[in-house]
């Protein structure tokens, strides 16, 4: 009895998996990943931030990574709620499971992350085709940028996130594998957190030959700051850089666009030397 009932879960687990038509993100990127597969009919339910593509605005918010509103997850009655294994709480996980809805957990904290979900979201809502299309040309696109910058001259960089207080991004972050790919050097490689905060000194001593930054809300000021370390090495080659590249914010597969413009603004770099 036991083994019957073991292996019909199983097979009920993949027939949702397979054939999901109701889905809930608990990530922007896992809804707009969803969207870039033709699957936006399937979902019936995002999270708090959930902005691009437009389509995405208007379906139901069912709250943040670690406030959901329980009673809408009811009313939307989900076949799967998709969670970020780097940004959904373990708890979280744990409560909507207890609570008997199913959830999968989406690993992409790296580049090759990002392809095998993917791929894992195709089989979730049935788009293993479109899936396979767009994650062949992610890897063919991350490929073709390894092959043309990562063995160029190497240059030190500090990719600043914010400036009050100073968060920048360690070594386990997608961004910093991108740096690497275009042939940088993040200089807060070593440090385990994704998004670590530190200090000026800290930046200065490491001496970055380039800065680059996001350029959100038009924000042009939030590099600034470094202009009076003149003996720093990006102050004196003026390599500070706006990154405009929406799809730095999220791993998905638009992480091969931003890829171009940090390789870009290295050349830049290079240029200077």
Known sequence: MASCT?????????????????????SPHLAEMLFNLGAL?????????TDFPEELKNLPNIGDAFVLDIEKITILE????????????RNIVDELVNLGFKVKIIKSKNLEDIASSILLLGDVVGKKNE?????????????????????????????????KPIFTIGGSHFISEVIDICGGINIFSDVKQTAPSISEESVVSRDPEVILSRDVASNKMKLKIWEKFENMSAIKLDNLFYLNARELERPTSGLVNAGKEICSKLEQARSKL
């Open 78 to 89: 989900p076949d799967i709620i998709l969670a970020w294994e780097s940004g959904t709480p």
């Open 131 to 163: 899936a396979k299309k767009i994650a062949n040309e992610f890897k063919t696109g991350i490929k073709y940028l390894k092959d043309t910058y990562q063995k160029k001259k190497k240059l030190r960089v500090f990719f600043q996130i914010d400036e």
């Open 41 to 49: 009919n399937t979902l019936v339910g995002v999270s708090a931030y």
């Open 6 to 26: 073991s292996e019909n879960s199983k097979k009920e687990e993949s027939i949702i998996e397979n054939n999901a038509s109701r889905v809930i993100t608990l």
